[in-house]
């Protein structure tokens, strides 16, 4: 299956950091989704992308879609403890248009 | 509103067994989709409806039908359950196909 990785894996900082993440695929993507998921709960939608080299903003997110269309990178500034979770990428794949798929996903600890 | 209900939110079957889990959205979305998430795992779409009416395979459909009873509900069917179907299962509705998706609060199926 496709795969879009996510890195890092995983994150430990303390709060009042800024994190950056990212997302990259072999394949190119239309849209890019940025969602995040609390233990036990289902992903809620962050930012949403649509074209190459997008710049969004949600608060102390930002999130650009890369010019290649193969990646996408989010930015969480002066971060809290409920920042805590996973951060996923996803989005449709450009090819099929019939196909979605989820990231690995990035853990987050914030350290207080 | 309640956006993305689910029904029901922990399940137990013994392999073999049949059940379906439920989904509703109010929010007059068109498309809906399930997707199953493995421990430390992101989503895999297991199929989706476009619309009303429509139906499509996801990433791992194999071992699940679906149903899109109106535009409001779509219900996922396990027909003989199996041990690798353990996992928990998300329903999710978005306005355009693939476009922002707003997902339940899962269902958190064991087979034994």
């Known amino acids: 299956g496709q795969q879009l990785n996510q890195s890092p894996q995983s994150m430990f900082i303390q709060e009042g950091e800024d994190v950056s993440m990212n997302c990259t695929s072999s394949s190119i993507f239309n849209t890019w989704l940025w969602y995040k998921q609390d233990p036990g709960e289902g992903p809620v939608l962050l930012i949403a992308l649509y074209k190459a080299g997008e710049l969004t903003s949600n608060g102390r997110l930002t999130a650009q879609f890369g010019i290649t269309r193969k990646d996408s990178f989010l930015n969480i500034s002066a971060s809290i403890p409920s920042d805590v979770g996973i951060y996923f990428c996803?989005?449709?794949?450009?090819?099929?248009?019939?196909?979605?798929?989820f990231g690995t996903g990035t853990s987050l600890t914030v350290i207080p | 509103n309640a956006g993305v209900t689910q029904t029901p939110k922990f399940q137990v079957l013994k392999t073999g067994q049949s059940m379906t889990l439920q989904c509703a959205q109010d929010m007059n979305h068109n498309s809906m989709y399930w997707y199953r998430q493995d421990p430390g795992m992101g989503l895999r779409l297991i199929y989706y409806?476009?619309?009303?009416?429509?139906?499509d395979k996801g990433e791992v459909p194999n071992g699940y039908n679906v149903s899109r009873l109106n535009k409001r509900e779509f219900s996922l069917r396990l027909e003989s359950a199996a041990p690798s179907q353990t996992s928990v299962y998300f329903c999710?509705?978005?306005?355009?196909?693939?476009?922002?998706?707003?997902f339940g609060p899962g269902t958190r199926l064991t087979v034994t």
């Open positions: 996803a989005g449709p794949l450009s090819n099929t248009g019939n196909q979605f798929y």
């Open positions: 999710a509705s978005s306005l355009r196909l693939f476009y922002e998706q707003y």
């Open positions: 409806s476009a619309s009303e009416g429509t139906t």
